[in-house]
């Protein structure tokens, strides 16, 4: 597994990489955005941790361009504490999830491999089998979206949603539900990310994103793909 790690202080990404090359992780180390972008293009890793705060190109649009280029590639940001913009800015751009600073090493190692499980978990759907549903098809083998035979790029996670939702057809979930199939139970950040995730997802398939006739709210409950 490689992860990409783009933070431009040296004593950060110092211990970083020491831990997590313990884990046997290739580590690719970029102090800069623009680096981070570049490296990426021929590295191709399969996690970015991405911070914030960068020289030049921030966090949030080295985000946005990874996601463009690798729309399965799992990413974290670093943000500092109490930042709540951060954290809703970067699962916009297309993070999957956050990481605050100050952090413990030991936590940041374990949301990768919370991270790695989940994106393993769509991998290993290796069979041919394709849900349909009104006018979507999902392709659980090559793990891709179609709306009338269009493909729509979805992270990971809205992968992992609309799964959930075209499975289940007029059930409702409730927030808490959703992060605990999608992000797993051992995910200790908002649980606004759901509502996030569901804004972002719904930008991609609805005719009007404002208007929903997919994925419907549920008030008091959560969300429910509408029959």
């Known amino acids: 597994m490689k992860i990409l790690l783009v933070e431009d202080e040296e004593s950060i990404r110092g211990f ?30 399969d996690i970015a941790i ?7 190109m921030n966090g949030f649009e080295v985000c946005q361009k990874l996601r463009e280029s690798f729309p399965r590639m799992g990413i974290i940001m670093l943000t500092a504490k109490g930042e709540d913009m951060d954290k809703i800015m970067g699962l916009q751009f297309g993070a999957d999830d956050y990481v605050l600073k100050p952090f413990n090493p030991l936590e940041i190692t374990l949301r990768v491999k919370a991270l790695i499980r989940r994106l393993e978990g769509i991998s290993e759907e ?29 992270t990971p996670k809205e992968f992992l949603l609309m799964k959930i939702f075209m499975q ?13 199939l999608v992000w797993g139970i051992d995910f200790f950040g908002d649980p606004k990310i759901v509502d996030v ?31």
């Open 16 to 45: 970083l990489r020491i831990n997590f090359q313990r884990e046997n992780f290739q580590v690719i180390e970029c102090e800069s955005g623009e680096e981070g972008v570049r490296k990426a293009l021929i590295e191709k890793p």
């Open 50 to 56: 991405l911070d914030v705060m960068l020289p030049g």
């Open 168 to 180: 289940n057809p007029g059930k409702a979930f409730t927030r808490d539900e959703l992060l605990n």
């Open 197 to 227: 995730n569901i804004r972002r997802l719904r930008s991609k398939i609805e005719d009007n994103s404002s208007k929903p006739k997919y994925i419907e709210t549920v008030w008091g409950t959560g969300y429910r793909w509408k029959r």
């Open 126 to 154: 290796n069979n041919s089998d394709c849900i349909e549903v009104d006018n979507f098809k999902l392709d659980l083998y090559s793990q891709s979206l179609y709306k009338e035979n269009i493909e729509i790029d979805v």
